[in-house]
């Protein structure tokens, strides 16, 4: 659990709870506004990553529902699992609940270039099987 992404998921509970409002996007002049947008809240609370991504659910009685409502989504379940995200923040009041995720390109870009290495050992092997025969 990323402590900022905690953070900033309580923030946008409490928001959604104030203000009776289930979006993920918040208005300025309304009671605990911290951004306009997930990555605005991201900002607020210092979280450093290059991507976030915010799920809510509503009139839940706990965390595990709210995580089975999100997987249950084959949409918001491939966002979940997406090797992008590293980091995940939970935060609930009074049955609205927020789920972030947050992450760094930088993994992406590491995960291409051992699958590409992989491939290249591959293929030198394979070419040095071949010469060899």
Known sequence: M???LKEMAINHSKYMNENKSFSTVEVQDKI???GRFPWDRANYVGYEGNYVYEFIVRD???FNSGVSQVI???IKRTILFNPL???IGMGMENGYASFVIGGDSL???TM???VLRHQIIQK???VTLEIKK
Request: charged letters at 35%; proline letters at 4%; a neutral charge.
């Open 2 to 4: 990323n402590d900022l």
């Open 32 to 34: 605990n506004y911290k």
């Open 60 to 62: 839940i009685k706990n």
């Open 72 to 74: 249950n989504d084959p």
């Open 85 to 87: 995200y590293e980091d």
């Open 107 to 109: 993994l992406i870009l």
């Open 112 to 114: 291409v270039k051992k």
């Open 124 to 126: 030198t092997m394979q």
